[in-house]
T-cell receptor
Framework: NAGVTQTPKFQVLKTGQSMTLQCAQD?????MSWYRQDPGMGLRLIHY???????DQGEVPNGYNVSRSTTEDFPLRLLSAAPSQTSVYFC??????????????FGEGSRLTVL | EDKVVQSPLSLVVHEGDTVTLNCSYE??????LLWYKQEKKAPTFLFML????IEKKSGRLSSILDKKELFSILNITATQTGDSAIYLC???????????FGKGTTLSVSS
């Protein structure tokens, strides 16, 4: 199993550009989520999904869109990038929903810089 | 509002020292508290604690939960340079839909 795979690992954008961070997992996990990690701020939840076709907002959803058309994939879209979105983004998944086991499996992260 | 507070935010110790990392929390309908270790990339799972007073151990790492006082500690004995990392504490939120993380404790172990 590859686990949780994120692409790209690094990206530099200009203000106003749009892009998609890809996340795929091969563990048949129903629950998937996106977090951002900023220095001194810990991990903050952007969006999550409890299954295909179901998504919901987390703590910091503004400026981001998600969709979940398959169990395996959960892309994160930046609609119009802003410098405040410079961060490291982590995709994470869980079997049976985080409310049951609490254990999340994380991807290796995508470092995004917005100029 | 669900909240997790970790202390200290950073810590520098010498190899062989014992360290204690603290995590206090406020969450309605507590389910579990989790500890993760983050080295250079992805956080990796260490412990999940659901019951008060029961210690979880893995090698030199151990953790315990106090549900009455709403905190947990993570102990690392005989620290090694490989223990240098960010240690993250998290609780499951009230709705059971996400983890709420603290800001983490950055541990640096010098040789």
């Amino acid at each position: 199993n590859a686990g949780v795979t994120q692409t790209p690992k690094f990206q530099v954008l200009k203000t106003g550009q749009s892009m998609t961070l890809q996340c795929a997992q091969d563990m048949n996990h129903e629950y998937m989520s996106w977090y951002r990690q900023d220095p001194g701020m810990g991990l903050r939840l952007i969006h999550y999904s409890v299954g295909a076709g179901i998504t919901d907002q987390g703590e910091v959803p503004n400026g981001y869109n998600v969709s979940r058309s398959t169990t395996e994939d959960f892309p994160l879209r930046l609609l119009s990038a802003a410098p405040s979105q410079t961060s490291v983004y982590f995709c994470a998944s869980s079997y049976g929903g985080v409310g049951n086991t609490g254990e999340l499996f994380f991807g290796e992260g995508s470092r995004l810089t917005v100029l | 509002e669900d909240k997790v507070v970790q202390s200290p935010l950073s810590l520098v110790v010498h190899e062989g020292d014992t360290v204690t990392l603290n995590c206090s929390y406020e969450v309605t309908n507590f389910r579990s508290l989790l500890w993760y270790k983050q080295e250079k990339k992805a956080p990796t799972f260490l412990f999940m604690l659901t019951s008060s007073g029961i210690e979880k151990k893995s090698g030199r790492l151990s953790s315990i939960l106090d549900k009455k006082e709403l905190f947990s500690i993570l102990n690392i004995t005989a620290t090694q340079t490989g223990d240098s990392a960010i240690y993250l504490c998290a609780v499951i939120n009230q709705a059971g839909t996400a983890l709420i993380f603290g800001k983490g404790t950055t541990l640096s172990v010098s040789s």
